[in-house]
C-alpha cells in the first residue's frame, strides 16, 4: 500500500473586509493634525515633505543644480495680501503650467474640474486661508492601486523673486491648483519626478477608474460617437502629438501646436457651414497660451459665417490656451486620445455601467517569479511569470440582444474583459536612477486541462502550446490597458516584464459585465507519499559494501557519531567532482544525525539510520544531476523548483522564495550541500505537518502566518 502524502490548505489569517474608504497617508491624519496645530497655535511643517531641496527633486532640480539657486519656499500669505483657497469654483482656466512637464498631469487636472462631484472627492470642501481654521496644513485625496489615500501638505511652496515656481493660478492669489500638485508631488517623491507622463496616470489617481488609448491614425468612423459618448458620461479625456526625436519634446508646430504635450478634450459641438455639418472638439493648452491656429482657431475667418450668440456661447476669442478644432484636423494633427472611464462607464456601446472587478497585488521577484517575456529560446523563463486565470462565464446583455435580434446571422456572443496592468511606485524610485519598467501581458485561451495540472513543470511543457488571444499589449508607462471581446471560456493573463530579473511591484486588474472567475495560479503546498517513507538502502556496490564502510567507522557501540559520519561523507564527496562539494562540518553532520535519527534524542546513528540517510543522499544527488543544466554544480531558483517537484514536494511561490532566501546564495544558487539540508529541511517540516494530521485526512488546515512559522522557524 502506498504511503500517503499530506497537504496544507492555507485560509487567510484574518476575515476578509473591506477596503477602507481612505487610509491617511504616511500614517498623517489630517484632522489630528490640524487640531493639535491650532492648540499650539502654530503652522504645520510636513515632516514628511519637507520644504527643501530634495522635495524638488534629484537632478534638473536637486540639491547641486542652478536651476533652484534662489527658491525660497513661502506661504501664501507671504506671497500675496489676501490668499484664497478658491475664488469662486474651481474651473479648467485656474491651471497654469510651471517649469516642470507635469502637462500631462495639469491636463488632467483641468478635465477633472468640469465635474464637480469628482473635483469634491480629489479636492475636499472646507479648506481656506480664514484666520480662525487656518494652521498651514491642507489635503487631498488620490487612488493608488485599489485604495484610496489622503495626502497631508503644508503650505509653503517653492518661489523665486516671490512667484511660484511651478503651477499657478491666472490671478496669482488662488491656490488650490499649486497645493494639489505639491500633494501628488509628494506622492511621486519629488516636484521633478513628475516630468513626463500620460493624462491617464494622472485620470486613473482622480478617479480609480480605467485607462483607455486609442490611436488616432487608425481609421475609426465612431470616434466622434465616441468622445460625444464619453463627455455625456463624464469621463475624462485628452490628446497628445508623439515626440519622435529629442529635439521634437514641447517643440511647436506651425499649427501652433505643440509636440509631446498633454491637452484636454472639454466640450463637442455640431454646426452647419455650407450646408454641411461640422464636428469641432474644444481642446485646452494647460500653458494656458499657445493655441492652434488653423481653422476654426480663435482668429480662424470662419467663425464669422456664425451668428454672434453662438461665438460668445462657445467662448471664442478668449486668448486663454482654449480653442476649437474641427474633428478631421484633430485625426490629422494628434496621435493619441487617452480616455478614462470612471465609476465603472464602459467604453463599448451598450455595456452595462456596472461592472464586476477583481484586483490583485503582486510582485515580479528575481529568480522567482520574474520571468520575462516569452521568447522561442530554450533558456526561455517566461513561464516562471505569475499566472491568472480568468473564467467568463456568460456573454453580454448587448451581446444576447443583438443574436435575438439578428438570429443566425449575428456571431457567437462574446464578452466584454478589461485588463489593467500597474507597475507600482516606479516614480518615486526616480531619484535612485530607475523609471519605469517595459510592463507587457498576454491572454491565452487555455482548456481545462491546464488548469487540473498540479506541476510546473507540466505547465511548462504546456505552455507553449496555448493559443494567444491577442498580441502582447505591452508599454514603459505606469498603466498597459486592454479592452476584449472573447467568447465565453477559461483564460489564461501573464503579467511580465520585457527582461527577466527584474523586479517591480504590480496591481492587476480585471473588469467585466457578468460574473467571473479571477484566481492566481499557484501550487498546492503538499509532499508526495513516497518522500515520508523510509528509504530502502542504496545500491552503491552491496549492502554489505556499505555495513563495511559503517562498521570501519563506529566505535564498541556500532554507531557513527558527527566526526565520524564527517569523515565518511567527505571522503566520499571527494570522488564525485561534479558536485564541488567544500564538504560537511560537524556540526552539519549532528544535524543530519538529528533528522534522520527518527526522532530519537540520541547523537549517533544506527547502521538502519546511516542506511536510511546514505538512500536519502543518493536520491537526492540523482535529482541534482538531472536539473543541474547546465552543469555548473549549483541550481538557480527555476531549476530547484523542478527539481523539488521531481522530488515529491510541492510549494507555493512564498513558501519558495522563503526557502531560497534561507538556502541560496547571494546569486540565488544552491550547490549540492546545501540542497541536501534544504530538502532536509522540507522533509521534517512535512514529517510534522503529517504528525498533526490526527485524522488522517491527508489534509491539513492553517492559516498563511501559521504555516509560514511552522515552515520557516524549524
Known sequence: MAH??????????????????????????????????????????????????????????????????????????????????????????????????????????????????????????????????????????????????DVVVDDLLPTKDNRLLFVRTPTDDEFWMPLLEKAYAKLNGSYEAMNGGYMNEAFVDFTGGIGETIPLKTPNLKLFKTIEAVLNKSSLMGAYINVTTFNDREAQTSQGLVKGHAYSITGIHKLYFDDRQVRLLRLRNPWGHREWNGRWSDNSPLWGAVAPELREKLHVQRRDGEFWMQLIDFIQYFDVLEICHFNADAPGEGVSS????????????????????????????????????????????????????????????????????????????????KDFLHISFQIFQIPRQYLQLSSAAHRKEMLPALRPVCPPYNGSSRDVTGYFQLPPGDYLIIPSTLSPFEEADFTLRIFTEKKHQFLEIDEEISVEGKVLQVMKAPQIGSDQDLEEIFLKYAGQDQEVGPAELQAILNQNATKIPYLKMEGFTVEECQRLIQHFNLGSRSDKLTLQMFQHLCASLQEWERIFRIYDVDRSGTMNTHEMRLALEAAGFHLNKPTMEAFMKKYSNPWLQIDFKRFVFFMEHLKSVFCMCKSRDTSGSGVLNMTEKEWMELATDY
Open 354 to 433: 456596472r461592472w464586476n472587478t477583481d484586483c490583485f497585488q503582486g510582485r515580479w521577484v528575481k529568480g522567482h517569479s520574474a520571468g520575462g517575456r516569452q521568447t522561442s529560446q530554450p533558456w526561455d523563463l517566461f513561464w516562471i511569470n505569475p499566472q491568472f486565470h480568468v473564467a467568463l462565464f456568460e456573454p453580454d446583455e448587448a451581446q444576447l440582444r443583438k443574436q435575438l435580434r439578428k438570429g443566425q446571422e449575428h456571431k457567437a456572443p462574446t464578452c466584454t474583459l478589461l485588463v489593467s496592468l500597474m507597475q507600482k511606485d516606479r516614480r518615486r524610485s526616480k531619484n535612485r536612477g
Open 4 to 149: 500517503p502524502g499530506i497537504a496544507v490548505h492555507l485560509t487567510k489569517d484574518s476575515p476578509v473586509t473591506a477596503a477602507t474608504p481612505v487610509l491617511p497617508y504616511r500614517d498623517q491624519n489630517y484632522w489630528d493634525l490640524k487640531r493639535r496645530c491650532l492648540q499650539e497655535r502654530r503652522h504645520f511643517i510636513d515632516p514628511e515633505f519637507k520644504p527643501c531641496a530634495e522635495s524638488l527633486g534629484y537632478h534638473e532640480l536637486g540639491p547641486r543644480s542652478t536651476d533652484i539657486q534662489g527658491v525660497v519656499w513661502k506661504r501664501p500669505k507671504e506671497i500675496c495680501r489676501f490668499p484664497k483657497f478658491v475664488r469662486g469654483e474651481m474651473n479648467r482656466m485656474d491651471v497654469c503650467q510651471g517649469q516642470i512637464g507635469d502637462c500631462w498631469f495639469l491636463a488632467a487636472a483641468a478635465s477633472l474640474t468640469l465635474y464637480p462631484h469628482l473635483l469634491s472627492k480629489v479636492v475636499p470642501g472646507g479648506q481656506s486661508f480664514q484666520a480662525a481654521d487656518y494652521a498651514g496644513i491642507f489635503h487631498f485625496q488620490f487612488w493608488q492601486y485599489g485604495q484610496w489615500v
